[in-house]
């Protein structure tokens, strides 16, 4: 491997891109025509315009992306999470044509993306998960699935992401109502409008284990990460390590994610999610890809996760066993989005005004935003994450609310507020909080 193509854009091209040059390798990015002026591409060497601002158009662009790596020689792939990073026939597309897909092969990328088979690999390693129905297509196989599963349940879409192609029903009306709505969501946001039921747990702690496997089989953790704030399913605020657990099931749930890990053949870096409920947890999927939230377990153990995936693309062995990682302190992560949380979260486009940004003792600031930047309507709000760490989970917090408050941008409507009301909130002050903090927080205001 020797020069690598970025197939993406924001705060995670700028991540890869200066992983790349810690590690010696070339880079060559790529943008939409919206995007030429954006900071990935300024600090770039060579940048390649892979077509019209919609992303379907550009970063979604197998054939564009795949010509921009042949037209500048680049030999690898990197596709930094969200758009291409887990779609198995680009994974094929890059193997095809002789580039390293820096991630898991295409076969691995299917298995992980199918929710039910994953669930299938989990149950076979002996992880527990929550009951659930095989892919329903028919109204008639939906009915007899709820009935014998009971109400509440959670109608999700068999290849669904990122907190999409979710749904609570709660009984036989909503599921009726839910099923065909579903169905087209799940068809036109993932091409598949296969859908499944799963029990539903009311107010469950969201628990996911940064795991680690290189070419070899030999397959590390990096512990917990608490993403139970959430809105939408969508996580808000993240925390490392899993608050309000015992050692004991910080241990099982590390060894049940090595489990999944090894069962659907992870090369690479995934994520595995759980819900934990009391004393029980149950696995929900695995993400075969870097995560938003990954710089919480970084800061915990002291390295570079995208490096990382660079060296395991290259077939390096990971080089240190288990119980040679060392956790350090607390983290927190929050995601600087451009929206309005006053007007059901709506996009807020926009120039950037920056007034003043986070920084200090153990502040971290991951952002591609500059003076004047364009905030534009076709991509994700993320604008930065705000990281704090410390030797507590309480000076973490309290860190995290000065960083809050620190950030001052105008221009463009953000979370900001909402952030620093959950920072502060007494039932997150003390990790008392269910997933359904945030929904109360807003329909309160």
Partial sequence: ????????????????????????????????????????????????????????????????????????????????YGFLSENPDFAEACRDLGLTFIGPPPEVLRRCGDKVEARRYAQRAGVPVLPGSPPLHTKEELLRWASELGYPLLLKAVSGGGGRGIRLVRDEAELLEGFTRAQREAKSSFGNQALYLERYIPSPRHVEVQVLADSQGHIVHWGTRDCTVQRRYQKVVEESPAPGLSEDMRRRLGAAAVKVAEAVGLVGVGTVEFLVDGESFYFIEINPRIQVEHPVSEVRVGRNLIREQLRIA????????????????????????????????????????????????????????????????????????????????????????????????????????????????????????????????????
């Fill in 314 to 445: 290259q077939g390096e062995p990971l080089g240190y066993q288990q119980e040679q990682i060392e956790f350090w302190g607390w983290a927190m992560e929050v995601r600087i989005n451009a929206e309005d949380p006053e007007h059901d979260f709506l996009p807020s486009t926009g120039k950037v005004h920056i007034h003043s940004l986070p920084g200090g003792m153990g502040v971290r600031l991951d952002t591609h935003i500059y003076q004047g930047m364009e905030v534009l309507p076709y991509y994700d709000p993320l604008l930065a994450k705000v990281i704090t760490f410390g030797e507590t989970r309480e000076e973490t917090r309290v860190r995290m609310y000065s960083a809050l408050r620190r950030l001052e941008i105008s221009g463009v409507k953000t979370n900001k507020e909402l952030l620093l009301d959950i920072i502060s909130h007494p039932e997150f002050a003390q990790a008392k909080h269910a997933t359904d903090l945030l929904d109360r927080l807003t329909h309160h205001q």
């Fill in 1 to 80: 491997m020797e020069k690598v193509l970025i197939a993406n854009r924001g705060e995670i091209a700028l991540r890869i891109l200066e992983a790349c040059r810690e590690e010696g390798l070339q880079v060559v990015t790529v943008h939409s025509q919206a995007e030429k002026e954006a900071l990935h591409v300024r600090l770039s060497p060579e940048s390649v315009c892979i077509g019209p601002p919609p992303p379907a158009k550009s970063y979604l662009n197998v054939g564009a992306i795949l010509a921009a790596a042949e037209l500048t020689g680049a030999d690898a792939v990197h596709p930094g």
